[in-house]
């Protein structure tokens, strides 16, 4: 096979291409827990309304970058729920102790429920054997030689004393996936619904942690009538149930009462149009809210007449279909030119800047490519990103167009014109066609048009 | 784990042709989210996105803007991707990518216009080379804005990231025949556009 023809060229990345990308996922790391998804998603969710958060915990964590700590130690004194990195939450009982690093868990006392997202390898070491998960919902109990709850009492917590209990056995149940419970050369991997105890006579299968399944066959199991942990732990997947059936009845409420809504919402916008349905209003149709939207992502759009004069013509038929004269072609021409030669009275003098003075080469570039190099040229000198951002939130109306307009730097300049220029048709277009007409002229998809979407993502967030 | 890199940004694929896959532990890393593996990524994988998009699209800041969209994409859709499956990584990326920028045609984000004098030029190449290559790279543009949107993608994915009719197929979500089809179809437009210029494959 030959070569692909290279002379097609391609467009590079930036130098710091990876570096945008990666503040956009610490932007979105930023918001884990509204990334819940899912019954087990929405089961966590709900138990953190209940949980008191901070409320007597003794908690060290570091953050490496944005997001939930990768590193850290919990004690809880009340029920407690926390982070772990970016795919893990715990919600810790009473007692409970765990100290984590990345996906490496430490759970030295108390009972802690695991909610893992699909990945890697994640593992919870105890005292009494290890669980590695893939991705899952499981509970890990720490039972004390006695028998008792491996958990802290009121003192070690005051005291900050960590490993004062020592776990004789841990309890695994499995809501979820599969773990797989490991002490020294032996392992036992259990499903959904089932419990496991894993103490110094190695991983013992046992019964069915939401009732769903039997004693396991395998090993010297422990029967679920002969262990008052595994019933307690049936008790507990009971809740479980309970809270993830009252979860969902109330998500079904919520969706009919959605609807219902909507529903509401549809009549009143059509009896506001005099019975006609409304028109799904054009992404490009801009109020000053839908502007703080965008300037929330640090995002613009714009909707402009093209630089070449046949994208300036519109079709009998295009008129036709918005109910104009043939007439009308001629104001609609003549503003979409004006336009045009808006956008190159502003990018013209920028162009020439960024050829180093050479008026010449930029008149013969033209507008579209001029557009392109007073990107590239302004990305080397300027933050074009901050730019951008400024530029939303001048339309948004959160700051006011700087008194000196060369503050917007070049590329801020070209997107401030571009993004107004919607707006400017429309009003003009407005003298000659009416404002219904111009409206769905510039807003619908019987012109030719030149649209862009300009993104920087979220400002990112100076650290605390 | 050390995660196999070339220097401190990781080493960057070629833009076009199908590129040297991530390391299987690096790749492990990003399915758990691991940031810096996860940067390793992106900068062993930006240039054929970036290639990709601006082939299919035409050059300007909208690429780089959908370019981050499909890294994003990728790093939530990462755990679920299948390392044992029949897609490469790249191949998997790149009709992330393919879909992304299908959908921005439908959605009429679409440049303002191509950037026209940006060709490739090979390191020694005479000023004649150059300019002849700068003349086909100009055609290739042109010729290529003359295909409809599913050819000229079609066309892309073939010639320059080295998909198979199949992988085309799954990309773009049609029937193998129709891949097929378009993939043909947008050749044959090529050559009866650009003459002897488009090499016959």
């Known amino acids: ?464 | 784990m050390a995660i196999a890199m070339k220097g401190p940004e990781g080493e960057r694929a070629p833009a076009g042709g199908p590129p040297a896959e991530l390391d299987r532990a690096t790749l492990l890393r990003c399915k758990a989210h691991d940031r810096q593996a996860f940067r390793a990524f992106v900068v062993r994988y930006e240039r054929p996105v970036f290639a990709c998009l601006s082939r299919m699209l035409g050059r300007g800041p909208h690429v780089e803007d959908l370019a981050q969209e499909v890294f994003l994409r990728a790093y939530r859709a990462m755990p679920t991707f299948d390392l044992d499956g029949a897609a490469k990584p790249s191949t998997w990326l790149l009709t992330i990518a393919t879909r992304a920028a299908l959908d921005a045609r439908k959605r009429r984000v679409i440049p303002i216009r191509p950037l026209e004098d940006a060709s490739h030029v090979a390191h020694g190449s005479t000023p004649e080379t150059e300019r002849a290559q700068r003349e086909l790279g100009r055609a290739i543009d042109r010729a290529s804005e003359a295909l409809p949107d599913e050819q000229r993608a079609a066309l892309v994915l073939a010639e320059y990231h080295g998909f198979s009719i199949a992988e085309i197929a799954v990309a773009m979500g049609i029937p193998e025949a129709t891949a097929k089809t378009r993939t043909f179809r947008a050749r044959e437009r090529m050559r009866a556009l650009l003459g002897d210029e488009w090499r016959a494959r």
């Open chain 1, 1 to 464: 096979m030959s070569e692909p023809h290279e002379e097609w060229s391609a467009q590079e990345p930036a130098p710091d291409f990876a570096d945008k990308v990666m503040g956009q996922i610490d932007a979105e790391a930023r918001v884990p827990l509204a990334r819940a998804q899912g019954s087990y998603g929405r089961l966590v969710a709900g138990l953190a309304a209940g949980v008191a958060l901070a409320a007597g915990v003794a908690l060290a964590v570091t953050w490496h970058g944005g997001g939930a700590p990768s590193r850290g130690e919990a004690v809880a004194a009340a029920r407690t729920q926390v982070a772990m990195g970016g795919r893990a939450v715990a919600v810790l009982e009473r007692g409970a102790h765990v100290a984590w690093n990345g996906d490496e868990v430490e759970q030295t006392a108390g009972d802690v429920f695991y909610r893992v997202e699909p990945g890697g390898a994640f593992r919870v070491h105890t005292g009494a054997g290890d669980v590695a998960v893939l991705g899952t919902c499981f509970r890990v109990r720490l039972v004390g030689s006695e028998g008792s709850d491996a958990g802290m009492n009121g003192r070690d917590l005051k005291a900050g004393v960590i490993g004062a209990a020592v776990a004789a056995a841990a309890i695994v149940s499995v809501y979820e996936g599969k773990v797989a419970v490991s002490h020294a050369h032996e392992s036992v991997t259990l499903t959904a619904g089932e419990t496991g105890r894993t103490d110094s006579s190695g991983v013992h299968r046992a019964s069915g942690a939401g009732g769903a399944t039997g004693a396991g066959a395998e090993g010297a199991g422990v029967a679920a009538n002969e262990d008052p942990l595994v019933a307690a732990n049936a008790n507990l997947a009971d809740s479980v149930r309970e809270y993830k059936n009252r979860l969902e009845a109330i998500e079904a409420q919520k969706t009919a009462a959605e609807k219902q809504l909507a529903d509401a919402q549809k009549k009143l916008e059509t009896a506001m149009n005099d019975g006609h349905a409304p028109i799904a209003k054009n992404e490009y149709d801009l109020s000053q809210d839908d502007w703080k939207d965008l300037a929330k992502n640090g995002r613009v759009v714009a909707r402009m007449a093209c630089p070449t004069p046949d994208q300036w013509n519109v079709s009998p038929k295009a008129l036709d279909a918005l109910g104009l004269p043939p007439s009308d072609a001629q104001p609609i021409h003549d503003a979409l030119q004006q336009s045009a030669g808006r956008i190159w009275a502003t990018v013209r003098p920028l162009c020439i800047q960024a050829l180093g003075g050479d008026a010449a080469v930029a008149d013969k570039l033209g507008a579209g490519t001029c557009q392109q190099l007073v990107h590239e040229v302004a990305k080397q000198s300027e933050d074009t990103g901050e730019e951008t951002r400024e530029v939303a939130e001048i339309r948004a109306g959160i700051l006011p167009m700087p008194s000196n307009p060369k503050a917007l730097g070049m590329y801020g300049t070209m997107l401030y014109e571009m993004s107004g220029e919607s707006k400017a048709i429309e009003q003009q277009l407005t003298q000659s066609l009416g404002p219904a007409a111009a409206h769905d002229f510039v807003y619908g998809d019987q012109g030719n048009w030149c649209n862009s979407s300009f993104g920087a993502g979220p400002r990112p967030q100076l650290p605390q």
